[in-house]
């Protein structure tokens, strides 16, 4: 099936009973050339690149829940390529251009709007920080322009300028960033692997991972022993209890990140806004929504919720930027696991285990990465060769300390990004 | 989440900031080499469920805390001195 203008117009006007299920809903076979384990947005990505680009059909997703249920279906859904050092510069850059055809190319909508994303800055220092970051995104072929307070006040008439804590001096404006439908993304590469053959398999938790003389054979699950020469770790916040399986203890400590969203609302914030000293951002969604958060609560979780103290430091901050968002209503908080790495940068790598690849440390910015991640760890999986936009994201950077990526340049140890 | 600080009773989690993994406590030998180090520095156990982790009362008695507290119902166990520790060997 698919999708087109006059497809719906045809549906819309002969009942909506054409519509099939957008993906089968297999039994795992005892053997595939690979597996995915998880079948969030990098998993999905993954597996629908492994059939694509390197004709690899015969393999399956593993998700002990459905499709979309973790963090891909619970974050804010910025897409963005204003990174400062190189490693992120190169692979967000290539995400952000994957994402511009990803509609077309999946033949899905996944309402990736461009609208623009505004950094504000509120001090010299910042402002220097800003221009040099701009630079770095000019010269990786990204968009970048420095905007003086006029610029932003033109751009977000409703903030307040008149604090002084924070008084607004500029911003950074990206007008390439924007949002995407969360949800729709998981489908769309759902979709889209699944016509290529891949087997998507829910309700499939893997319990245990089978090495033989240092070479992975396969994986236990609670659906059965299901064989593969090539095992992708690919479950974002449950890195540790996975890597665990294999004897392995990665440089990754989960965390909860909240997120809130406002009654629907009349447009208003046209933009993705950015207010990194007060821990805050914002958008709106197609609903109406206001959709915004903050940092992380700092401390390690699994609960999939946070605490208030971080709640109410977020709405301060919000507050304070645009006093009108204190007559919305709150309708909906959650949090979701976060998968921290020690310098808030991602691992795409080899194990020291043949056959075991693992693709985790996405932090709070994994949802953008989701096309990049998938193209370059089904590049990993299929060639053994790291993709040339992500031959940075290695393992090993850590205990050897060459090649760290700290973009907020508060130093590469847990608990600090 | 309120932390029951041995010295100052039971306060709000405001008062705490959270200081990692308390195997920060078993510091390796300086000449332990690259793996002990790496291990010490930067990889994680990540319990879902109880973890021992330190915390600390900056905004109290400024006292280092070793809390046991599970990772996925927030609840905290126990809550002792990291100094206690340390002495016992623990
Ligand atoms: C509140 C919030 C806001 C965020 N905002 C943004 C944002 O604005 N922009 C951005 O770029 N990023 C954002 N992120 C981060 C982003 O959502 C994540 O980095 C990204 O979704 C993680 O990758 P994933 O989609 O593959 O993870 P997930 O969707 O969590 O996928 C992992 C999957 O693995 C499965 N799994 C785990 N263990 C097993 C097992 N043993 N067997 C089988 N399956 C298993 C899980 O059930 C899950 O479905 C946000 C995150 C949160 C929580
Ligand atoms: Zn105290």
């Not at chain 1, 690919?234 to 890597?243: D, L, N, T, W, Y």
């Not at chain 1, 609903?287 to 977020?314: C, M, W």
């Not at chain 1, 953008?368 to 993709?387: D, F, I």
């Not at chain 2, 109290?60 to 599970?70: E, I, N």
Request: charged fraction near 20%; include cysteine.
């Amino acid at each position: 099936m698919r999708f087109s203008a006059l497809k719906i117009l045809k549906e819309g006007l002969t009942g909506n009973r054409g519509w099939a299920p957008h993906w089968r809903d297999p039994a795992p076979k005892p053997e595939y050339d690979a597996v995915i384990i998880g079948g969030g947005g990098h998993g999905l990505s993954t597996a629908y690149y492994l059939a694509k680009n390197h004709g690899m059909t015969n393999i399956a997703v593993l998700e002990k829940g459905y499709l979309g249920g973790g963090n891909v279906g619970r974050n804010t859904t910025i897409v963005r390529a204003n990174y400062g050092l190189p490693g992120n510069s190169e692979f967000y850059s290539h995400s952000l251009e994957l994402w511009e055809g990803l509609e077309q190319d999946l033949n899905y909508n996944v309402m990736h709007s461009q609208r623009g994303i505004i950094n504000l800055f509120h001090s010299d220092g910042s402002r220097d920080a800003a221009a040099r970051r701009a630079n770095a995104m000019v010269n990786q072929g990204d968009d970048a322009i420095l905007l003086d307070r006029d610029g932003v006040r033109k751009l977000l008439p409703y903030l307040n300028y008149d604090q002084e804590r924070f008084p607004i001096r500029g911003g950074l404006y990206h007008p390439r960033g924007g949002t995407a439908r969360h949800d729709a993304v998981a489908w769309g590469y759902a979709r889209g692997a699944d016509q290529r053959g891949v087997d998507l398999i829910q309700n499939c938790e893997v319990t245990g991972i089978d090495i033989e003389a240092g070479k992975v054979v396969g994986v236990q699950t609670s659906r059965g022993v299901i064989k593969a020469r090539k095992v992708g770790m690919v479950v974002a916040g449950r890195s540790g209890q996975v890597a665990a399986m294999a004897g392995m203890r990665l440089p990754i400590e989960s965390h909860v990140l909240q997120a809130f969203v406002t009654e629907g609302l009349k447009p208003c914030v046209d933009h993705v806004v950015t207010f990194g000293m007060g821990h805050f951002y914002i958008s709106q969604s197609d609903k109406g929504g206001l959709v915004f958060g903050g940092d992380i609560d700092f401390y390690a979780s699994y609960a999939q919720r946070g605490n208030l103290p971080t709640a109410e430091h977020v709405i301060e901050a919000g507050v304070t930027l645009m006093p009108m968002i204190g007559k919305a209503k709150l309708l909906r908080s959650w949090g979701g696991i976060m998968d921290m790495s020690p310098d808030g940068s991602p691992i795409i790598d080899r194990t020291d285990i043949d056959g075991l690849f693992v693709n985790t440390g996405w932090c709070y910015g994994g949802f953008k990465a989701v096309p990049a991640s998938g193209w370059c760890m089904a590049h990993l999986m299929a060639t053994g060769q790291p993709h040339e936009v992500a031959t940075r994201y290695r393992l090993d950077r850590f205990e050897t300390g060459r090649g760290l990526m700290d973009e907020e340049g508060t130093g590469a140890q847990h608990n600090l990004h | 989440m309120r932390i029951d600080c041995p010295l100052c009773g039971p306060r709000d989690r405001r008062e705490f900031t959270y200081q990692g993994d308390a195997l920060a406590l078993d510091r390796p030998d300086p000449e332990a080499g690259f793996g002990v180090w790496n291990d010490y520095l930067h990889n994680r156990d990540n319990p879902a469920g109880p973890t021992r982790e330190l915390w600390y009362h900056d905004s109290g008695c400024t006292a280092w805390l070793v809390v046991t507290r599970d990772t996925v119902t927030h609840e905290v166990h126990r809550v002792e001195l990291a100094r206690d520790v340390k002495e016992a060997g623990k």
